[in-house]
């Protein structure tokens, strides 16, 4: 009996070895792909920022970062950072980073107010990189070309690993399709946004939903932004607003819409004014990042953040995404995880 617990144990821990090996190689081939294709360059980054600047990421608007007094600082407060968007900007400045290349970082972060389930943790890491980009570049057509080339990335890095490991066959599609969100809501107008990223996805297998943030026609918006890192407000190309957008994948194991990115160009002075006014919150003109924005003292760039668990839930093709991260879960998901044969790291 102890033999056979003993064994039983042995091979569970074999099997999470040879996972822990996977998320390497996935890890690791896709930030050198998109490092390449993008000209990024390799930085570090911090967990935490200093309260009151503005740096730190708002999300949504409503979620509460961790804070903490900072002894040495005299008490002065901390947050744990939710992503590093607006902080990437300013590093651009500090690194003196030419037009035409970037910065990529590994982000840590920590979201207690994330609902936890198969797609989502407190837990957050993702590739956060920021480019340097020129006024004319502030265009859709050049958000679409940044979004090609993270594509290829994305398919480069899935074929890699097909031949790795010969199980894992590819899904992507050859190209991914563009759509904004105003076309989704007016194609399927009874459905939800959320059902609406599920029909697309089913269809597509590869979208990339323009202009998350702004108000449709509806008077809804898709998703929140925050009002200052994407320009979601700004008349694109096609004659909608929005610069921005998720790209979303079919995931074949979930059967569902799975959000791979969220990316898009940064606000300018306009398009910062016109966003704080519109959510309400024009006495953030007076932190020191929306200063440095407003004044052009920071670069121009269009950025975005890509889940490096969630890539690798996809890739591994996996259930739960405490499969690919040591996680905090509730003794619930835990039993249930168990019944359905899902190994939590």
């Given at each position: 009996?102890?033999?056979a617990l003993f064994l039983k144990l042995k091979n569970m821990d074999k099997r999470f070895l040879?996972?822990?090996?996977?998320?390497?190689?996935?890890?690791?081939?896709?930030?050198?792909?998109?490092?390449?294709?993008?000209?990024?360059?390799?930085?570090?980054?911090?967990?935490?920022?200093?309260?009151?600047?503005?740096?730190?990421?708002?999300?949504?608007?409503?979620?509460?970062?961790?804070?903490?007094?900072?002894?040495?600082?005299?008490?002065?407060?901390?947050?744990?950072?939710?992503?590093?968007?607006?902080?990437?900007?300013?590093?651009?400045?500090?690194?003196?980073?030419?037009?035409?290349?970037?910065?990529?970082?590994?982000?840590?972060?920590?979201?207690?107010?994330?609902?936890?389930?198969?797609?989502?943790?407190?837990?957050?890491?993702?590739?956060?990189?920021?480019?340097?980009?020129?006024?004319?570049?502030?265009?859709?057509?050049?958000?679409?070309?940044?979004?090609?080339?993270?594509?290829?990335?994305?398919?480069?890095?899935?074929?890699?690993?097909?031949?790795?490991?010969?199980?894992?066959?590819?899904?992507?599609?050859?190209?991914?399709?563009?759509?904004?969100?105003?076309?989704?809501?007016?194609?399927?107008?009874?459905?939800?946004?959320?059902?609406?990223?599920?029909?697309?996805?089913?269809?597509?297998?590869?979208?990339?939903?323009?202009?998350?943030?702004?108000?449709?026609?509806?008077?809804?918006?898709?998703?929140?932004?925050?009002?200052?890192?994407?320009?979601?407000?700004?008349?694109?190309?096609?004659?909608?607003?929005?610069?921005?957008?998720?790209?979303?994948?079919?995931?074949?194991?979930?059967?569902?819409?799975?959000?791979?990115?969220?990316?898009?160009?940064?606000?300018?002075?306009?398009?910062?004014?016109?966003?704080?006014?519109?959510?309400?919150?024009?006495?953030?003109?007076?932190?020191?990042?929306?200063?440095?924005?407003?004044?052009?003292?920071?670069?121009?760039?269009?950025?975005?953040?890509?889940?490096?668990?969630?890539?690798?839930?996809?890739?591994?093709?996996k259930d739960h995404i405490g499969e690919v991260q040591v996680g905090i879960w509730s003794e619930?998901?835990?039993?249930?995880?168990?019944?359905?044969?899902?190994?939590?790291?």
């Open positions: 009996m102890r033999g040879q996972t822990e090996e996977k998320i390497d190689f996935v890890k690791s081939t896709f930030s050198r792909e998109l490092s390449e294709k993008l000209r990024l360059t390799k930085v570090s980054s911090p967990i935490a920022v200093i309260d009151g600047t503005g740096i730190n990421d708002d999300l949504n608007g409503t979620e509460q970062p961790v804070r903490f007094p900072v002894r040495s600082l005299n008490g002065r407060q901390a947050v744990i950072v939710h992503s590093l968007a607006k902080w990437k900007r300013v590093r651009l400045e500090q690194l003196n980073v030419s037009e035409g290349e970037g910065i990529l970082t590994d982000m840590r972060a920590l979201r207690p107010d994330e609902e936890c389930g198969p797609l989502h943790s407190i837990y957050v890491d993702q590739w956060d990189w920021e480019v340097h980009i020129a006024e004319k570049q502030r265009t859709l057509q050049f958000l679409k070309l940044t979004v090609g080339k993270i594509y290829e990335s994305l398919k480069a890095t899935e074929r890699s690993i097909s031949i790795m490991y010969p199980d894992l066959v590819p899904v992507l599609p050859v190209e991914i399709t563009f759509i904004h969100s105003e076309e989704l809501m007016r194609k399927y107008p009874g459905l939800t946004p959320r059902q609406r990223e599920n029909e697309a996805a089913r269809q597509y297998r590869a979208v990339f939903i323009i202009g998350i943030g702004g108000v449709m026609s509806n008077g809804e918006v898709h998703d929140g932004r925050a009002p200052d890192y994407d320009d979601w407000s700004s008349v694109n190309d096609d004659g909608y607003t929005g610069l921005n957008g998720d790209i979303i994948f079919w995931n074949p194991v979930l059967e569902k819409a799975f959000e791979i990115s969220s990316m898009g160009v940064r606000v300018d002075k306009p398009a910062l004014l016109r966003q704080l006014a519109k959510c309400g919150c024009p006495e953030r003109e007076k932190l020191p990042f929306h200063k440095m924005v407003l004044s052009g003292f920071i670069p121009l760039s269009i950025g975005g953040g890509i889940g490096q668990s969630r890539l690798c839930m996809f890739m591994l093709r619930e998901t835990e039993q249930e995880c168990q019944r359905k044969a899902v190994a939590l790291l």
